[in-house]
């Protein structure tokens, strides 16, 4: 059992607020992502989770037991760290080996279980080398070993794959995930990088400017964001900034002397609103209809499995919608239909 | 529109850097310059200090002789000095270092207010002759005791050496990522246990290079010595002032050559922790 909990947690720095009334519960072997861009106070949170920063308001929860005032040697908690910051003047085995023997367990046992664990990250027989003469992925696997030896509660990581090159990137994506459901341990996870958070995480929490904005798991937060900001921060989506109608049989969003069915759950009649479309909700015309928009200056982008269609509209600016590879410009033009379109309270751009 | 700033046509004055060619060889002649400009007054030392006759206008001595190094090392007074330096500098290392180290520390990693000053507050008795300041320190070491005692010397070197030692050991642990000391408190680590098995031994090879410096400025101090330990405290280089003065050059160039060997042979033992950034922080750049 290991359970966390964070009760409205702030902390500003002179200026700035950090973290801003942070409240999130994370269950027992749960892998939660904290999603955000950087300077959204993810790496904050984790790290007032570990201890090394001190909250200006808020509790820190633990198993129910608040740990809030306790530094970080006395939490049940291990952290990787985004520079792996694996002790250079010690040995594979004596950085692993370190937190055993500060517990003063026998020579014998400190030696099994760092062989043991060196083995389920899969980095067996490296013992006597030094990090530097390990490469990156390797160095990731014996930080990630040097955490898991003391067998903590909680596991906590620093955007710990923003070091590796995209192939191993993604191997390591997966073992860590193997390995976390290996040890049953409840998990913590910091990044950025969105992709990473929607494939290795039961729940994702995204965070902008400090604020919780979503908690969710995958689906969630793909098909139902919550504020415009997640709509954007995931995936991609078209924004465009209107008014809303609810005059009609269904609700529109009036954009210049366009108007674009939306869904829009609890907003009033003449609010300001960001629509967001994603370019997957797009639907490619080759013909004028009265409820689709013809696009300028039409450009293909690759993706290699599928194809970017890019474009100008007077009233939007810019749109872009997703098409299948063998997709072809001609010279006649290309007509947008938003098929799905959300809208959100608030006319300001979402900014990182 | 934007406007486009017109391309200029490039003029290049420093060519002669550029090329790589031509930098090595301006590299070379830097170089040698250099080595002579030291080398060829170590080499004059050494060769007056082996002189039996030497008259000008001959490029070495014309007579051969240990007769001076004889004289020096069988006068109990050179003797007496010898022991004394090297019974001060160690003492004086170790207490700056005991000083210095938790200080460079503290300027490193804590949130010290006016850091910057402070650092700068440490540089002040270098910026002003320091005759004056030895002898105020002179006056005042009267009035409680210190002059012409052991601690009044180790005392009087160590405000030399609290700088050197201060700000390298400064740059060394800024150069220290702060996360591998939070990586042993994340492991269980007290801040002093963090300190002692993680941060100590990475900032070793630059208390190393303190130390040194440390040591060659206190076999070095002539002024202050002079100053503060007379009569009876006598260290090598204040020996050595006094023979000058009465105009025993070969003796001189023997006692030098003696001054200059430990400092020698501590470089060359030492060369290998001598990075340059290390020795560029003792020189101010923090």
């Known amino acids: 059992m290991a359970e966390v909990e964070l009760r409205h947690v702030t902390k500003g720095y002179k200026d700035t607020t950090a973290v801003d009334d942070v409240s999130l519960a994370i269950k027992d072997r749960e892998f939660v992502a904290l999603l955000g861009p950087s300077g959204c106070g993810k790496t904050t949170t984790l790290r007032m989770l570990a201890g090394f920063i001190r909250p200006d308001a808020g509790q820190i929860l633990i198993d129910g037991r608040g740990v809030t005032d306790l530094p970080p040697e006395h939490r049940p908690t291990a952290m990787v760290f985004q520079s792996y910051a694996l002790w250079p003047h010690m040995t594979v085995a004596d950085n692993i080996a370190f937190g055993l023997r500060l517990r003063r367990l026998p020579q014998a046992e400190v030696a099994d279980r760092t062989a043991r664990m060196l083995d389920v990250v899969g980095l067996p027989g490296v013992t006597k080398r030094y990090p530097s003469q390990l490469s990156g992925g390797q160095q990731q696997r014996v930080a990630l070993a040097r955490a898991l030896v003391l067998g903590p509660k909680i596991l906590l990581l620093d955007e710990p794959l923003s070091n590796l090159d995209a192939k191993l990137r993604v191997r390591m994506r997966d073992e860590i995930r193997r390995i976390q459901q290996e040890l049953q341990i409840t998990t913590v996870y910091v990044t950025h990088d969105q992709e990473e958070a929607l494939t290795m995480a039961d729940r994702i929490a995204v965070m902008n400017r400090g604020v919780l904005q979503q908690v969710g798991d995958a689906l969630d937060i793909y098909d139902r964001p919550a504020t415009a900001f997640v709509a954007d921060f995931i995936g991609s989506s078209n924004l465009l900034t209107g008014t809303l109608r609810l005059a009609g049989a269904r609700p529109v969003a009036q954009v210049g002397d366009a108007r674009i069915p939306v869904e829009a759950d609890g907003l009033a009649d003449g609010a300001a609103v960001t629509v967001s479309a994603r370019p997957e909700d797009m639907e490619v015309l080759r013909e004028a209809a009265p409820d689709a928009f013809r696009l300028d200056d039409t450009r293909l982008v690759n993706f290699g499995a599928y194809k970017r269609l890019l474009g100008r509209h007077p009233a939007f600016g810019q749109l872009e919608a997703r098409v299948p590879k063998a997709f072809r410009l001609g010279d006649e033009p290309v007509y947008l239909r938003f098929t799905r379109a959300r809208a959100f309270a608030g006319d300001e751009r979402p900014r990182g | ?286």
Request: proline letters at 7%.
């Open chain 2, 1 to 286: 529109m934007a406007a486009q700033a017109p391309a200029m046509p490039a003029i290049r004055l420093s060519w002669w850097i550029d090329d790589p060619r031509m930098r090595r060889m301006l590299l070379r002649l830097f170089g040698g310059a250099l080595a002579v400009f030291i080398g060829i007054p170590l080499l004059t030392l050494v060769l007056w200090s082996f002189a039996g006759e030497w008259f000008w206008p001959n490029l070495i001595p014309t007579q051969w002789s240990l007769r001076w190094w004889q004289e020096v090392l069988e006068n109990p007074r050179v003797i007496d000095a010898m022991v004394l330096s090297f019974t001060i500098a160690p003492v004086v290392t170790f207490l700056t270092a005991v000083v210095a180290i938790p200080a460079g520390y503290a300027f490193a990693r804590l949130d010290v207010p006016y850091r910057r000053t402070l650092l700068l507050l440490f540089l002040i008795p270098n910026a002003f002759p320091r005759i004056g300041l030895y002898v105020s320190l002179a006056v005042l070491y009267y009035q409680i005791g210190l002059i012409d005692t052991y601690w009044g010397v180790v005392f009087l070197h160590m405000i030399g050496t609290l700088v050197y030692m201060t700000w390298i050991t400064t740059a060394t642990f800024r150069s220290i990522d702060p996360h591998l000391e939070e990586a042993a408190r994340d492991a269980g680590a007290s801040p002093l246990r963090a300190f002692f098995s993680v941060v100590l031994p990475l900032a070793l090879p630059g208390i190393i290079v303190a130390s040194l410096f440390s040591f060659l400025a206190s076999v070095d101090e002539a002024q202050g010595t002079l100053i503060v330990g007379t009569p009876h405290y006598i260290t090598m280089p204040v020996l050595l002032y006094t023979l000058i003065s009465s105009f025993q050059r070969p003796v001189a160039a023997v006692f030098s050559v003696l001054l200059a060997l430990p400092s020698l042979l501590l470089l060359v033992v030492a060369q290998r922790y001598l990075h340059s950034e290390y020795v560029a922080a003792g020189l101010g750049r923090v």
